[in-house]
């Protein structure tokens, strides 16, 4: 089944402690990126990715890291998570579209993190 | 730059009626795509549909259409004899050639009340 996952769903942690949410894609997909959803503001884009060892920062990237090695894998690290971090995030990937630019994206389930 | 407008934040109507979403999208680009995306209670985003800057065509999948006006730089999503299960918070969302980011709307959560 084509499908993106993302690991935890659920997370609480405290200021401070470095913490990686996983994603992975069993499509083959080139294109990853991580948005967070927050009440009001819609999605916003943290980083993405092209391909392998090729990111780059969206709309909202302080605080973040991220690292594309395999094509698969796309994790998602916060150094030191603060309470502002506090969101829904979601991780995506998506086949290259027209004139190669992003096409359909397929996003994983979320993952709730709260910093306390 | 770009940018995404839903204006509509919220809509309440009552099932069985015809409701229509609003986009108004913001790009300099000739080549883009527009996308619609569900977000129903249970939390996980839905692709409902893609378009192209080229192709103006209307598009119905049901009870859903979509009508993409380049001229008025809109993309309005209509959910005709409405359901309850419609009830979600609905994406707007825009791609440009030459910018790998999508953009996205601040969303608009459709009530559907029995």
């Known amino acids: 089944e084509a499908q993106v996952t993302q690991n935890p769903r659920y997370l609480i942690t405290v200021t401070g402690k470095k913490l990686t949410v996983t994603c992975s894609q069993n499509?083959?997909?080139?294109?990853m990126s991580w948005y967070r959803q927050d009440p009001g503001l819609g999605l916003r884009q943290i980083y993405y990715s092209m391909n392998v060892e090729v990111t780059d920062k969206g709309d909202v990237p302080e605080g973040y890291k991220v690292s594309r090695k395999e094509k698969r894998n796309f994790p998602l690290i916060l150094e030191s998570p603060s309470p502002n971090q506090t969101s829904l995030y979601f991780c995506?990937?998506?086949?290259?579209?027209?004139?190669?630019?992003?096409?359909?994206?397929?996003f994983g389930p979320g993952t709730r993190l709260t910093v306390l | 730059a770009q940018k995404v407008t839903q204006a509509q934040t919220e809509i309440s109507v009552v099932e069985k009626e015809d409701v229509t979403l609003d986009c108004v999208y913001e790009t300099r680009d000739t080549t883009y795509y527009l996308f619609w995306y569900k977000q129903p209670p249970s939390g996980e985003l839905v692709f409902l549909i893609r378009?192209?800057?080229?192709?103006?065509q209307n598009e119905i999948s049901g009870r859903y259409s979509w009508n993409f006006q380049k001229s008025t730089s809109s993309f309005n999503f209509t959910i005709t004899a409405s359901q309850v299960v419609d009830s979600a918070v609905y994406f707007c969302?825009?791609?440009?050639?030459?910018?790998?980011?999508?953009?996205f709307g601040k969303g608009t959560r459709l009530h559907i009340l029995p």
């Open positions: 995506a990937s998506s086949i290259p579209g027209l004139a190669g630019f992003t096409d359909t994206q397929y």
């Open positions: 378009r192209n800057s080229f192709d103006e």
């Open positions: 499509m083959n997909h080139e294109y």
């Open positions: 969302a825009l791609s440009v050639n030459r910018d790998d980011k999508i953009i």
